[in-house]
């Protein structure tokens, strides 16, 4: 089994030879195996590929090939796809040139694939054995996790088998994905591979240990967090914007209903619970129709089920969003309408959440397979705890 291994780099240069001398190792039992940069450099690193590729036809090494594009469209999810386009092996492995992901791993998960008859196996770092470790500080994990726990939520039968969706270190049939229908901008290229498409594709996950940077500094900036937002934007706000509608016209019917019962006379704490029950029990109703319709079926949880987690979280959520908002008022001295409408936009994002991801969460149909696998192994580190793992030994 041949594989091309898509490493898509910029200004990495101290970074390439170890990772080549890795990869060599890893794959040396795969014939016409070969690993493709594809470069947006504004460095020495394209000197560097060509001296690492020269010294490895001399040695019989593994190939190594480079396309060094002048304009980085797309960023690094424009290099990846770019990449995928020239590759002529069945499978290609997707990885960082930083050797936080262990290239040991890349012929596990391209054999794993193969084998389970899937379409892509991603690299997990949240799956059992597998750890983030190598993020810098406790905030970047944090954002991780909350940004990978978004896109599930937006995506909850695509991402249905996936726990780490923002990962940029995975195996995918070529032949799976229509390359022209990407829209690649940032760096989270995996999302947009999974999200697209006309059909659901078949994932598996290995997990793997995050290691620490060999050589240079992370990419990762503020801006590249607003660009992930608007790549969400880009593929779909289609469910979440259903959800918002639904909240809106409860908050609306919430209001009204309120008011009328006032104006027969009932105390307004009565009538203020009367209306959040109605309001809940026809939000409820329109979501199972309108936004969660396709997930009934293949969720966790049956209708009262259903029923129950939906409304005991409403209601902790709105026994705890006005203590809250007068906590932060008095602290702060913010604008209370400003905070209101902070603590309003959180609390839909929570709510969508944690619909989508407990009430209406879509069982897994591809299990895990065990084995961790750390970065910062060099040599032959492949563990011997997955069945993928032997497969490759």
């Known amino acids: 089994m ?5 490493v898509p780099t910029f200004n990495e240069g101290p970074n390439v030879a170890e990772l080549v001398r890795r990869l060599d190792e890893a794959l040396g039992a795969m014939p016409g195996s070969c690993v493709l940069f594809v470069d947006d450099s504004r460095d020495d690193t394209p000197s560097v590929i060509e001296r690492v590729a020269a010294g490895q036809a001399a040695r019989g090494g593994i190939p190594v090939r480079m396309i060094h594009r002048e304009v980085a469209d797309g960023g690094l999810s424009g290099a990846v796809v770019a990449g995928l386009r020239s590759v002529e092996t069945e499978w290609a492995v997707v990885m960082d040139g930083d050797l936080q992901h262990p290239p040991e791993l890349a012929p596990v998960l391209a054999t794993r694939g193969r084998d389970a008859g899937l379409d892509v196996v991603v690299a997990s770092r949240y799956i059992g054995g597998g750890d983030a470790g190598g993020l810098d500080g406790y905030w970047r994990r944090a954002v991780s996790t909350v940004s990978a726990l ?10 249905r088998n996936v726990t780490d969706p923002l990962t940029g270190f995975f195996a995918v049939r070529v032949g799976a994905i229509d390359l022209d229908t990407l829209r690649p901008r940032g760096f989270k290229i995996l999302l947009e591979v999974l999200a697209r498409g006309k059909r659901v594709l078949a994932v598996g996950e290995e997990p793997f240990v995050f290691g620490e940077r060999y050589a240079g500094r992370s990419k990762a900036t503020l801006r590249m967090g607003l660009r992930y937002l608007e790549q969400l934007a880009s593929l779909r706000f289609g469910r979440m914007s259903r959800f918002a509608i639904i909240g809106g016209m409860g908050a609306v019917w919430n209001v009204l209903i309120l008011w009328a019962l006032t104006a ?28 969660f319709r396709d997930l009934r079926a293949e969720g966790r949880h049956g209708f009262w089920s259903r029923l129950a987690h939906s409304f005991a979280f409403n209601g902790t959520e709105a026994a705890v969003r006005l203590p809250v908002l007068w906590w932060i008022v008095e602290v702060t001295g913010m604008w209370p309408v400003l905070v209101q409408a902070v603590t309003l936009v959180v609390a839909f994002l929570l709510r969508f959440v944690f619909h989508a991801q407990v009430v209406y969460r879509p069982r897994r149909t591809q299990p895990p397979l065990g084995g961790a696998l750390s970065s910062s192994q060099p040599g032959d580190g492949l563990l011997g705890a997955s069945s993928a793992d032997k497969r490759v030994q």
């Open 264 to 291: 027969f006379g009932m105390h307004y704490v009565i009538a203020a619970v009367i209306a959040a029950v109605v309001t809940m029990s026809v939000n409820f109703a329109l979501q199972e129709r309108f936004v």
């Open 150 to 159: 978004l896109a599930r939520s937006m995506f909850p039968l695509r991402l």
């Open 2 to 6: 041949a594989i091309t291994v898509v």
